[in-house]
């Protein structure tokens, strides 16, 4: 019979310098599926039960914790492999669950961790050391001990991020943990229009690019040019109004050489950060003017309604879908507003500054984005939200529909909708010959 794996209860202290001492590496396996679950599921309120005592609850979330350590302890492992998985496992932790005081006693290790990853890891142990630096500054917010964290970290990305010899996805990773840390943390202007400057140089390599009809460059380098765009835009919407005049002035007029790239990532790329840009020159100059209107328009038309056959339908649908957004920004100043619902709050959309601001978190939160909206300070401040509400189970349960009533409501909407639309749909009138 096979001994069991728990540890004993009664001596879990004392003999936890011995068992961190003979722990064995995670494998990949191990990390992905056992403790990565272990974390999720103390992130999800359903996973304890209303019946529970307190007591079961401290120790829960003392072997949460005890399993943790084990992680931080093993991102100082020899292999490259345990390292990468020891990171995966702390990244699926800090975004299943708010961490806030236990980063804070290990702010510096984790930050030491983070950096040796960094410098000497390889690839896919960099990128998630990157995004790991991400979770930490969403953690910990906008004070000081984020600040100390980009400072010690920005000289090692800016230098893998401008080295040529570093693979794309890992210089990828660190301009998006660039543009996020940077925008979290850094209250140094001088530090923020570094970094801005250091993500220009990247990206702006796509307008000589697009311009050279002979050169050709590959797929991955143009993956390198969208996610620096995309920090670059971010780190925009918190500049100074002179500097966003700066920047108008120096980029509004190259963007639309972007609209013309062969890959329809970065043409959606460009095609959102215009329609910033011109919701922020309105919003400094009340008669902001481009000169380059009407053959601006008509591009955006023609990708809004773009049928070329040798694109992917799935390409084509994706781009047509923000094309029309994008055109209605620029011609009409309008939005289309996009409600999130998160738990039994709601968050609208209602401009572009907003919007791109949401997705970057979304990419790097991933499914605890909407449990971070809920408990994350940070990002109740940066949405305005206000302090998170403090709802116990009987409050959830009170509020929450029931199943009958929501089969009711959901049966009339659809009965009404479908009144609505045949009223619009006139069956007589004639199919003509489709092409």
């Not at 000497?120 to 910990?140: I, M, S």
Request: aromatic share 6%.
């Amino acid at each position: 019979m096979p001994k069991s794996k728990r540890r004993a209860g009664g001596n879990s202290r004392g003999t936890s310098g011995a068992q961190h001492r003979n722990m064995q590496p995670f494998s990949d396996e191990d990390t992905s599926i056992e403790t990565m679950s272990h974390c999720s599921g103390f992130s999800d309120p359903a996973s304890v039960t209303e019946d529970a005592p307190e007591v079961d609850e401290e120790a829960a979330q003392e072997d949460f914790e005890y399993k943790l350590k084990g992680l931080i302890d093993l991102t100082m492992d020899k292999s490259a492999k345990t390292r990468q998985s020891a990171l995966e496992g702390l990244k699926n932790a800090l975004t299943s669950k708010i961490l806030y005081e236990f980063i804070l006693e290990r702010r510096m290790t984790l930050t030491d961790c983070i950096e040796r990853c960094i410098k000497k890891g390889k690839n896919d142990e960099q990128c998630a050391a990157a995004g790991l630096a991400c979770l930490l500054c969403v953690q910990l917010g906008s004070g000081i001990e984020s600040e100390e964290i980009i400072k010690t970290l920005a000289p090692i990305l800016k230098k893998i991020l401008g080295d040529g010899a570093a693979s794309i996805q890992a210089r990828q990773a660190c301009a998006t943990c660039l543009g996020v840390c940077c925008f979290i943390a850094t209250d140094d202007i001088t530090e923020l229009y570094s970094t801005m400057e250091c993500l220009e140089n990247i990206f702006t390599k796509s307008y000589q690019k697009e311009r050279n009809l002979n050169g050709i460059s590959s797929t991955q380098s143009t993956s390198l040019h969208i996610s620096a765009l995309l920090a670059w835009t971010l780190l925009l919407t918190i500049c100074p109004m002179s500097e966003v005049k700066k920047k108008l002035e120096m980029h509004l007029h190259k963007f639309p050489i972007l609209l013309s790239s062969d890959n329809v990532n970065m043409r959606i790329a460009a095609g959102e950060t215009l329609a910033l840009l011109f919701e922020m020159a309105r919003e400094t100059d009340g008669d902001f003017f481009y000169e380059d209107m009407e053959p601006l328009t008509q591009k955006l038309r023609a990708l809004a309604t773009d049928g070329n056959k040798h694109r992917a339908k799935v390409d084509k649908r994706k781009q047509r879908s923000v094309f029309r957004d994008v055109l209605r920004a620029v011609e009409e100043h309008d939005f289309p507003t996009e409600t999130v619902k998160f738990g039994p709050e709601r968050m609208y959309i209602d401009c572009w500054v907003k919007k791109q601001t949401y997705d970057t978190f979304k990419e790097i939160l991933g499914t605890g984005m909407q449990y971070h909206l809920q408990s994350n300070e940070l990002l109740r401040n940066v949405f305005e939200l206000g302090p998170p509400l403090m709802l116990d189970e009987a409050a959830l349960k009170t509020m929450k529909i029931p199943r009958f009533e929501r089969h009711l409501y959901n049966s009339a909407a659809f009965k009404a909708r479908t009144k609505a639309r045949s009223k619009c749909r006139d069956k007589r009138v004639d199919v003509g010959e489709v092409f």
